[in-house]
């Protein structure tokens, strides 16, 4: 997916090997320690040859063969935290790194003061091209009528769409519905909405997945349901979208510390994966009662737009122009 998104932009891709090795077996853990080799040594042939001024690395143990790889030959790195708390390779990381640049301010708590820079999330320029009225005018949203957008990551999220769909017929009586499911999921969505009737199906729209046109779904929506990876930081703030927020439960505890830094700021709630079928307080009962309480949602919208910042792309350009060129701008 990676390589894909990657060269869709016209920008060159290499890659090299890696792998985890916090969470996985004995066994897993000494093939990836031997990929984690090498990549480190085709990362050393790439900086190398390439030459570069200056390296921004992300999480992900792909990352830290490039590092190793830009601290040994004398090239300033900087690593970009996309959630508040780091993971064990944004950890190893920070070692060589010059800089790290974070989304918020709440990531001091894990990284050295000297080497923290608070930059925002690098929304896509997109985002400040749309506008809430015409985006709604063009999904044909009514003044009166509300919006609820539900969406995994990259990859969509199987137990949203499954409880979604299982509740549909109760959501769609509360509003409009976009559904964007990923690419493994849209198959078996679009069947069931196949199987609704045709006022139903004109309510619930499903995709499997967006690009820019996400700018556009996220900027007409009252609500979202989703997932609490670092976007979620960033992109629902910049447009004011109020979410209900289901960490993965499998992602240690990232996404958990990304909602409740949303929801203690109100700007979101947070429903755990295993109570998204509960009668009382799961999917159905939370989009209920935030979309029934104008006020709640109006104070959550407004709170959202509170923690935006517009500028994080800029800021991280400026950071690695920066080193680039000896600290001198």
Known sequence: MERALVEREGVDFLA???????????????????????????????????????????GGFVGVPVSVAARAQGVPSVVYLPDIEPGSAVKLMTRFATKVATTTEASAAFIPKNKMVVTGYPVRQVFAKVGRE?????????????????????????????????????????????????????AEVSAIREGLSAEQQARYTVFAYLHEEMAEVMAAADLAVCRAGASALGELPYVGLPAVLVPYPYAWRYQKVNAEYLQTRGAAIMLADGNLNNEQDGLTAQVSRLL????RLSAMRNAALGLARRDGAMEIARTLAALASGGKE
Do not use: M, W
Not at 134 to 154: C, D, H, M, P, W
């Open 16 to 58: 090299i090997q890696a792998g985890g090795l916090h969470g996985v077996g004995a066994a897993k853990a000494v093939k990836n320690g031997l990929r984690l080799a090498l990549g480190t040594r085709r990362a050393f042939g790439i900086v190398r040859q390439f030459k570069p001024d200056v390296v921004l690395l992300t």
């Open 134 to 186: 015409a985006a709604r005018a063009k999904y044909t949203i009514g003044q009166n009528e509300k919006l609820l957008l539900v969406f995994g990551g990259s990859k969509g999220a199987r137990n949203i769409n499954r409880a979604l769909t299982a509740q549909i017929g109760d959501v769609l009586k509360l509003c409009k519905v976009i559904h964007v499911t990923g690419a493994g999921d849209f």
């Open 292 to 295: 029934n309480d104008t006020a």
